[in-house]
């Protein structure tokens, strides 16, 4: 298997641009995470999906952040519009129910 | 509120010593411990992890300790290699929620 794909790796875009960052997730995995990580706050979770269903978006820090999952094998996270203070590397990770999950690379984003 | 907690965020330790990562949390309820190992540019890898109803997991070089009424994990490596020298997060769990802590870079110094 693949793994778990994101795309892009790198973005950069301007403050007031919108930004779409991509995954799949590992085939036969029902559970797909958004994270952000930060140097001061380490890995923050910002959504969950079980089978394809939001289960909780706690994490996610204001309405500009949102996250959808179409369908099993396809997830975007959407920030419209960005600002400076949401560069950092966003990480999805997928698993089967309770097990462990496994990240993808990371998309780094900046925003000037 | 950081629910887990790794406050040493760094750790140098000599090729071939033991290397001991510690973590510590807040929430009783979690029942599931991880780490994660973490290389520049590349996504979190998972470790090792281990059952609230244990108190140790051994993998090899890896052994997680786990000590439920202190609420702290570790993760000792020996003999430390210098193909170690990464970020480690440790990760705590229920149910499908996941909390992670902000990461300890070791480097083993060859």
Known sequence: ?112 | DQQVKQNSPSLSVQEGRISILNCDYTNSMFDYFLWYKKYPAEGPTFLISISSIKDKNEDGRFTVFLNKSAKHLSLHIVPSQPGDSAVYFCAASVGNQFYFGTGTSLTVIP
């Open chain 1, 1 to 112: 298997d693949a793994g778990v794909i994101q795309s892009p790796r790198h973005e950069v875009t301007e403050m007031g641009q919108e930004v779409t960052l991509r995954c799949k997730p590992i085939s036969g995995h029902n559970s797909l995470f958004w994270y952000r990580q930060t140097m001061m706050r380490g890995l923050e979770l910002l959504i969950y999906f079980n089978n394809n269903v939001p289960i909780d978006d706690s994490g996610m820090p204001e309405d500009r952040f949102s996250a959808k999952m179409p369908n099993a094998s396809f997830s975007t996270l959407k920030i419209q519009p960005s600002e400076p203070r949401d560069s950092a590397v966003y990480f999805c990770a997928s698993s089967k129910p309770l097990y462990e999950q496994y990240f993808g690379p990371g998309t780094r984003l900046t925003v000037t």
